[in-house]
């Protein structure tokens, strides 16, 4: 920071109009040079503080026309190099934030320097109306002081008579256009009208000049000789003869001609995006809630969501110089499908662009622009000799404005588009409220998970495992839920996704072991299930397959409940088995080995082949419930019965147990049982429920 205020100061200093030394300055730019430094990295970012850099800048006599480049010009080369920490603020977001900042300094200088302006305004109106009221008492004297600031005054100052015509300029007045002092004077002030003029400076004009106001100030344009436009800071005042009456006009001109490119260039630059040029987050926004702003039954508006397919492929396997060539292409091509001016295309993130239409006469206008944008895309962009396929996903949202804010309507967009990317990619989507609803809601759960297992929201419900040689339980599965405080109690199927994809199954898992051995424990303890004592299952998930510590915590959770390895099975679906290498297969062997049951879940939908079993580690065959189906009906489908019958064969040439998922009528368990399975569970038998539930009586089978 030390080292930037020094660069400041010696580039700055040259330019300054001020009393002190070269290391007295560089002195005082140090507090400001901290508060730029804080400024950029403040969360959340504000760059007004920064304007009070310009003020103190101006305080310090930093005001020859050279200055305000010269300040700026070093805070734009140097700020980021000396002051930003990329591992607080990333380099994109850093300099979007310096331009900001410059602008914000920009603003401070020219408040600050209007504001002195002013009171040197209002000083020359004293000694204007000074020496008008005393002409007759000291002509003389007033006349030289009037001279000495009318022609050292550093800003244009001109008078002229009440019906336009011009008196006298000062030479700051003169050189402002072009030096030429009869053409200044020689043209009446109402012929110095611009196409960029605000509505009310001519009426204020002649308000004035009729003396129905003392003054006015405006922001006024002028045609210059050279053909170039001279901004100002225009004040005009009336001035007034000793009894009251209108007299003169008073014109104070500042050229603030540099000032206003600097701020459209600063403007542009933190409104576009530098790498394609198209307009970036901060301008869409800006249009958006624009259009979203507007009233009336007609006023509708569209959005295309628009993110490339495959993108980080091509930054990693050709390089970002690459990456950042194609998507100049694409924002070429998707800048040549706008087509009106109420439609606006702009980059929000790396391959996010978004397509803006502000009045769009129906839905097909929308679908419309995205068919043209895919159509665009559909050619290969040849960058570095190579030509690369681009492939694009666009979530469309349409409808009336004022319904939804800006972040809504994005967040309906950002949906849309990772639906058209989770079909497939290289297509379009329309919003649906449903569809958004239901995302938000797993978002929403997804969010709750960890304080739910803090909270003990789960709870595990058992449903019976029965032999079918003679109808008796022999174990129960464990099956968690979630009693959610909102939404009341809610199935596997709905979370269990959720917590495999955030890595939470891992604890949940091993809070569910614990229960179901503990609950295990209790049933041995109390007897139930005879000489035989009762089984638990347990699902395993894939994640905690390949889990590291899968063996060392289910020994530990065994050891500390004091349960036998027999007495617990671990389901493991038959597509994570199948998908597993040797690797990963190890842990279930050495859980086998110890006397853990292993079996396959869900056999039969996946994409295994029966010969692959000899490979498992398993011990029981789990078949699922779509194979047993047909034997529900009167008579029973014989494909379904080779099927059953084939599969039961083979699992028990391979030594493997096989359990039958699914059994909901007696036919069908009778059918089952004649089969050879081994057992069975299903609602004939009993739903899932509390663990006293496995000690009451299941429906007998009669053997034969």
């Given at each position: 920071?030390?080292?930037f205020?020094?660069?400041?100061?010696?580039?700055?200093?040259?330019?300054?109009?001020?009393?002190?030394?070269?290391?007295?300055f560089?002195?005082?730019?140090?507090?400001?040079?901290?508060?730029?430094?804080?400024?950029?990295?403040?969360?959340?970012?504000d760059?007004?503080?920064?304007?009070?850099?310009?003020?103190?800048?101006?305080?310090?006599?930093c005001?020859?026309p050279?200055?305000?480049p010269?300040?700026?010009?070093?805070?734009?080369?140097?700020?980021?190099?000396?002051?930003s920490?990329?591992?607080?603020?990333?380099?994109?977001?850093?300099?979007?934030?310096?331009?900001?900042?410059?602008?914000a300094?920009?603003?401070?200088?020219?408040?600050?320097?209007?504001?002195?302006?002013?009171?040197?305004?209002e000083?020359?109106?004293r000694?204007?109306?000074?020496?008008?009221?005393?002409?007759?008492?000291a002509l003389?004297?007033?006349?030289?002081?009037?001279?000495?600031?009318?022609?050292?005054?550093?800003?244009?100052?001109?008078?002229?008579?009440?019906?336009?015509?011009?008196?006298?300029?000062?030479?700051?007045?003169?050189?402002?256009?072009?030096?030429?002092?009869?053409?200044?004077?020689?043209?009446?002030?109402?012929?110095?009208?611009?196409?960029?003029?605000?509505?009310?400076?001519?009426?204020?004009y002649?308000?004035?000049?009729?003396?129905?106001?003392?003054?006015f100030?405006?922001?006024?344009?002028?045609?210059r000789p050279?053909?170039?436009?001279?901004?100002?800071h225009?004040?005009?005042?009336?001035?007034?003869?000793?009894?009251?009456?209108?007299?003169?006009?008073?014109?104070?001109i500042?050229?603030?001609?540099?000032?206003?490119l600097?701020?459209?260039?600063?403007?542009?630059?933190a409104?576009?995006?530098a790498?394609?040029?198209?307009?970036?987050?901060?301008?869409?926004?800006?249009?958006?809630?624009?259009?979203?702003?507007r009233?009336?039954?007609?006023?509708?508006?569209?959005l295309?969501?628009?993110?490339?397919?495959?993108?980080?492929t091509?930054?990693?396997?050709?390089?970002?110089?690459?990456?950042?060539q194609?998507?100049?292409?694409?924002a070429?091509?998707?800048?040549?499908?706008?087509?009106?001016?109420g439609?606006?295309?702009?980059?929000i993130?790396?391959?996010?662009?978004?397509?803006?239409n502000t009045d769009?006469?129906?839905?097909?206008d929308?679908?419309?622009?995205?068919?043209?944008?895919?159509?665009?895309?559909?050619?290969?962009?040849?960058?570095?000799?190579?030509e690369?396929?681009?492939?694009?996903?666009?979530?469309?949202?349409?409808?009336p404005?004022?319904?939804?804010?800006?972040?809504?309507?994005?967040?309906?967009?950002?949906?849309?588009?990772?639906?058209?990317?989770?079909?497939?990619?290289?297509r379009?989507?329309?919003?649906?409220?449903?569809?958004?609803?239901?995302i938000?809601?797993?978002?929403?759960?997804?969010?709750r998970?960890?304080v739910?297992?803090?909270?003990?929201?789960?709870?595990?419900?058992?449903q019976?495992?029965?032999?079918?040689s003679?109808?008796?339980?022999?174990?129960?599965?464990?099956?968690?839920?979630?009693?959610?405080?909102?939404?009341?109690?809610l199935?596997?199927?709905?979370?269990?996704?959720?917590a495999?994809h955030?890595?939470?199954?891992?604890?949940?898992?091993?809070?569910?072991?614990e229960?179901?051995?503990?609950?295990?424990?209790?049933?041995?303890?109390?007897g139930?299930g005879?000489?035989?004592?009762?089984?638990?299952?347990?699902?395993?998930s894939?994640?905690?397959?390949?889990?590291?510590?899968?063996?060392s915590?289910?020994?530990?959770?065994l050891?500390?409940?004091?349960?036998?390895?027999?007495?617990?099975?671990?389901?493991?679906t038959?597509s994570?088995?199948?998908r597993?290498?040797?690797?990963?297969?190890?842990?279930?062997?050495q859980?086998?080995?110890?006397?853990?049951g292993?079996?396959?879940?869900?056999?039969?939908?996946?994409?295994s082949?029966?010969a692959?079993?000899?490979?498992?580690?398993?011990?029981?065959?789990?078949?699922?419930?779509?194979?047993t189906?047909?034997?529900?009906?009167?008579?029973?489908?014989?494909?379904?019965?080779?099927?059953?019958?084939?599969?039961?064969?083979?699992?028990?040439v391979?030594?493997?147990?096989?359990?039958?998922e699914?059994?909901?009528?007696?036919?069908?368990?009778?059918?089952?049982?004649?089969l050879?399975?081994?057992?069975?569970?299903?609602?004939?038998?009993?739903?899932?429920?509390p663990?006293?539930?496995?000690?009451?009586?299941?429906?007998?089978?009669?053997?034969?």
């Amino acid at each position: 920071m030390r080292r930037f205020a020094t660069v400041w100061s010696r580039a700055v200093y040259p330019t300054t109009a001020t009393c002190m030394t070269l290391a007295e300055f560089e002195q005082h730019l140090v507090p400001l040079a901290e508060l730029l430094c804080t400024s950029l990295h403040a969360h959340p970012f504000d760059p007004v503080p920064a304007r009070a850099v310009g003020q103190e800048l101006v305080d310090a006599h930093c005001t020859t026309p050279e200055a305000l480049p010269q300040i700026l010009g070093v805070v734009d080369a140097y700020l980021l190099l000396y002051c930003s920490d990329p591992s607080r603020l990333p380099p994109e977001e850093a300099r979007a934030r310096c331009a900001r900042l410059q602008h914000a300094i920009a603003a401070g200088f020219a408040r600050a320097l209007q504001e002195r302006t002013r009171l040197e305004q209002e000083a020359l109106s004293r000694a204007a109306l000074t020496a008008q009221s005393q002409i007759e008492q000291a002509l003389h004297e007033s006349e030289t002081r009037f001279r000495a600031v009318f022609e050292g005054a550093s800003i244009g100052i001109g008078i002229g008579t009440l019906d336009g015509r011009v008196l006298e300029v000062n030479s700051a007045l003169t050189r402002m256009f072009g030096g030429n002092e009869r053409l200044v004077r020689d043209r009446p002030i109402k012929s110095w009208v611009h196409p960029d003029d605000g509505p009310n400076v001519w009426r204020m004009y002649d308000e004035l000049a009729r003396g129905e106001r003392d003054h006015f100030r405006t922001e006024k344009p002028y045609h210059r000789p050279d053909g170039t436009v001279l901004w100002t800071h225009l004040t005009v005042s009336l001035l007034r003869d000793p009894d009251g009456a209108p007299r003169y006009m008073l014109a104070l001109i500042e050229d603030i001609t540099e000032r206003r490119l600097l701020h459209l260039r600063l403007r542009y630059e933190a409104t576009h995006d530098a790498l394609t040029d198209l307009p970036n987050r901060t301008l869409f926004f800006e249009r958006l809630e624009q259009a979203l702003a507007r009233k009336g039954d007609a006023a509708r508006f569209g959005l295309c969501y628009l993110d490339l397919d495959g993108f980080k492929t091509v930054n990693d396997s050709l390089g970002h110089s690459v990456g950042d060539q194609l998507l100049v292409a694409v924002a070429e091509r998707l800048q040549s499908c706008v087509k009106g001016p109420g439609q606006l295309v702009a980059r929000i993130g790396g391959d996010e662009f978004v397509a803006l239409n502000t009045d769009p006469e129906n839905s097909g206008d929308i679908t419309e622009l995205a068919e043209r944008a895919l159509e665009a895309l559909s050619t290969p962009v040849l960058v570095d000799g190579r030509e690369l396929t681009v492939r694009a996903s666009i979530g469309i949202v349409e409808g009336p404005a004022g319904e939804r804010t800006a972040a809504e309507v994005l967040r309906s967009a950002d949906i849309t588009m990772y639906r058209a990317k989770a079909q497939g990619g290289n297509r379009y989507e329309l919003a649906d409220p449903d569809s958004d609803a239901r995302i938000i809601g797993r978002h929403a759960l997804t969010n709750r998970l960890p304080v739910a297992l803090e909270a003990r929201e789960f709870f595990i419900e058992y449903q019976p495992l029965v032999r079918m040689s003679d109808g008796s339980v022999e174990g129960a599965e464990a099956l968690v839920r979630w009693d959610h405080p909102r939404h009341g109690v809610l199935g596997p199927d709905r979370f269990i996704p959720l917590a495999e994809h955030t890595g939470l199954i891992v604890p949940l898992g091993r809070w569910v072991l614990e229960e179901a051995v503990r609950q295990a424990c209790e049933w041995q303890v109390r007897g139930i299930g005879g000489t035989r004592p009762l089984r638990v299952n347990v699902n395993l998930s894939p994640r905690q397959l390949s889990h590291p510590e899968l063996v060392s915590d289910t020994v530990a959770v065994l050891e500390n409940a004091g349960l036998p390895p027999g007495s617990l099975c671990l389901e493991v679906t038959e597509s994570a088995m199948i998908r597993a290498d040797d690797a990963e297969l190890k842990p279930l062997r050495q859980l086998a080995e110890l006397g853990v049951g292993i079996a396959l879940d869900d056999f039969g939908t996946g994409y295994s082949n029966l010969a692959s079993l000899r490979r498992l580690p398993a011990s029981t065959l789990k078949l699922d419930r779509s194979f047993t189906r047909g034997l529900q009906q009167q008579p029973a489908d014989p494909v379904d019965l080779k099927v059953v019958e084939g599969i039961v064969s083979l699992a028990h040439v391979l030594d493997l147990s096989v359990t039958v998922e699914g059994v909901e009528t007696a036919a069908q368990a009778e059918q089952l049982r004649d089969l050879g399975c081994d057992s069975a569970q299903g609602w004939f038998y009993a739903r899932p429920g509390p663990p006293e539930q496995v000690a009451a009586p299941m429906p007998l089978v009669a053997a034969q």
